[in-house]
Structures are given as C-alpha cells and as structure tokens.
Nanobody
Framework: QVQLVESGGGLVQAGGSLKLACAAS????????MGWFRQAPGKEREFVGA????????AYADSLKGRFTISRDNAKNTVYLQMNSLKSEDTAGYYC????????????????????WGQGTQVTVSS
C-alpha cells in the first residue's frame, strides 16, 4: 500500500504560480508512475500530468503543456506540480495518485490506471 499526502494548495491571483507537493510513503518501491489529476465542482476528474517514478519521464494534458511542470525527488519520495500563469479555470481540487502497474505509453491518463490516491488540495485562482 502506498499513502499519499498533497500540500501546497491555496488562493492565488490569476497569472500567479503555485507549487504542489505529493509525499508518498509505504510501499514506494512498487510505484511505477505518479499522476496528477484535478476536479472542479460538477465536473469529472481530469488528467493533468504524470511522471514515471524511476526514469522521470513526463506526460501532460495537451491543454496544460507549457504552463504545468511535474518533477520528482526520489530521495524525499515526493512529486511536485509547478503551476504557472494560472487562470480562473484552473480552480479545482488537485489530487495525486500512484500506480503500481501503469503502462507508460498506455492509459496513464486514466484514473483507472492508479491504485492509491491522496486526499487532495484545493487550488483557487481569483480573476
């Protein structure tokens, strides 16, 4: 089992930046990839991006490329989501997830590919 705890959310003005963190504990040796997702009120949870745990390969939702960056620090068992040029439509709960059998190049963008989820952290962008 992998436990995940997100942090770093908050209120930011449009155009500003935030950096979220996701700390993993437990059976971290089993993680293949980590994903970030977000969910706005009344909407489905959507893919933000993902990173392989060992190699550091990344993938992003097309609409977020260039503004969001995922990185990891394996020594700290932590994955980060740097969000720049934030817009009001980025307002959502942000969730990290760990997958132990994610097929990179496969459905890494799907919530069903991930086994463990954090509790989420709220990001609110004011216009």
């Amino acid at each position: 089992q992998v436990q995940l705890v997100e942090s770093g959310g908050g209120l930011v003005q449009a155009g500003g930046s935030l950096k979220l963190a996701c700390a993993a504990s437990g059976s971290t040796f089993s993680i293949v990839a980590m994903g970030w997702f977000r969910q706005a009120p009344g909407k489905e949870r959507e893919f933000v991006g993902a990173i392989t745990w060992r190699g550091g390969s990344t993938a992003y939702a097309d609409s977020l490329k260039g503004r969001f960056t995922i990185s990891r620090d394996n020594a700290k068992n932590t994955v980060y989501l740097q969000m720049n040029s934030l817009k009001s439509e980025d307002t959502a709960g942000y969730y990290c997830a760990a997958g132990v059998s994610v097929v990179w190049g496969g459905r890494y963008y799907s919530t069903s590919s991930y086994d463990s989820w954090g509790q989420g952290t709220q990001v609110t962008v004011s216009s």
